[in-house]
Every structure is written in C-alpha cells, then in structure tokens.
C-alpha cells in the first residue's frame, strides 16, 4: 500500500504545481523606453596596441611556468586600455578605448582569446560599449570576431568585428589593427 502512495502523491503534487505556478517568460514588445526597431551600424576605426615605453596600452600581468620557452607565449595574459582612433596615426582622434584582456591561449600557433569591451566616448555612440569576445589568430591577415552584447546604444547587440593588421613593428611589439565592426541593435 505505501508502495503506491507515493507516486500517486507525487502525481497529486507536480498537477497542483503545473496549475499554480506562473510562466517562467513572457514576450515583451518593447524590451525597456525608448526601444526603436533593430538597425545594421557599420563602425570602423583603428585600434592602437602599444606595449613598450614609458605608457603602454597593454600590460602583461600573468604569465604561465612554461611561458617565456613558449613558442607561442602560451599562458600570456595582458591587460589593455587601447585607444580607438579614426585614422591609423595615434595622434588622429580618439573615438574611445578597447579595455579588457588577451591571453596566448594556443600552444601550437600564435592565437590569443580576447575579450573586450569597445567603450566609445565621442560620437554619437558616446557612453555605449559593445563587447566583443573571440579567438584571434594574429597571424591571419583578416580575423573575426563576434560581438556579443553592448550598453547603451548597443543594449541587445549582435554582430561581428573584422581585424586586419594595418602596422605591427617587430622590434617593439606596438600594432596597429584596423577594425570593421557590424552591429545589429
């Protein structure tokens, strides 16, 4: 007789749970104010990787046991406050700043995972950040990334960047990386 009281309070209980409980999502027509129709932005700009002086970008901050006989830096983690320029001179103006990380995360080719957030301070994408997270394959002469997300203007965005080395100099190490970046908000 216990045997079959328990499966039939379990049934009794999981009927009265489905008829009570509330739906776990609901469709939403306009996710916050102000919400307008999704729009394709095509956003270019160059992206100022500087490792050496007295004020770099990009600061290695971690480094694995068996990195510096790496051929590849494996385990090389760096953080970075890149500028984001319209021109590929450091000194043309500054439309914002890539701020995150990259790790050397391959042991057999130079590939990096990077995750960034492109904060924009100028424009009209001013105070809105697109994050953009990815593989990069540094040798690669046109590399993609996803972008995953954003603030701001940027809230529910999607889309992707493409990187295309624009001047990497060997002996100190500071690139230049021109961006193509799409973003469906």
């Known amino acids: 007789m216990a045997s079959l009281l328990l499966p039939l309070f379990s049934a009794l209980l999981f009927a009265a749970t489905i008829t009570e409980s509330e739906a776990y999502s609901t469709a939403v027509k306009a996710p916050y104010p102000g919400y307008k129709p999704e729009k394709l932005t095509h956003l270019h700009f160059y992206f100022h990787d500087i490792i050496s002086g007295n004020k770099p970008t990009a600061v290695p901050v971690a480094r694995g046991p068996a990195t510096n006989s790496s051929a590849t830096s494996f385990a090389l983690v760096a953080i970075a406050d890149d500028p984001l320029t319209i021109g590929p001179e450091i000194t043309s103006e500054e439309i914002g700043r890539a701020q995150g990380m990259y790790a050397s995360a391959d042991q057999n ?62 002996t100190s190490g500071d690139a230049v990386v021109e961006y193509n970046v799409y973003i469906w908000h």
């Open 109 to 170: 080719n130079f590939g990096l995972l990077m995750a960034f957030n492109l904060v924009f301070t100028k424009g009209e994408f001013s105070g809105s950040t697109a994050s953009m997270y990815g593989r990069n394959p540094i040798l690669s002469k046109l590399r993609e990334f996803p972008i995953i997300g954003g603030t701001g203007a940027f809230r529910f965005a999607r889309g992707y960047a493409q990187a295309k080395t624009f001047v990497f100099n060997i």
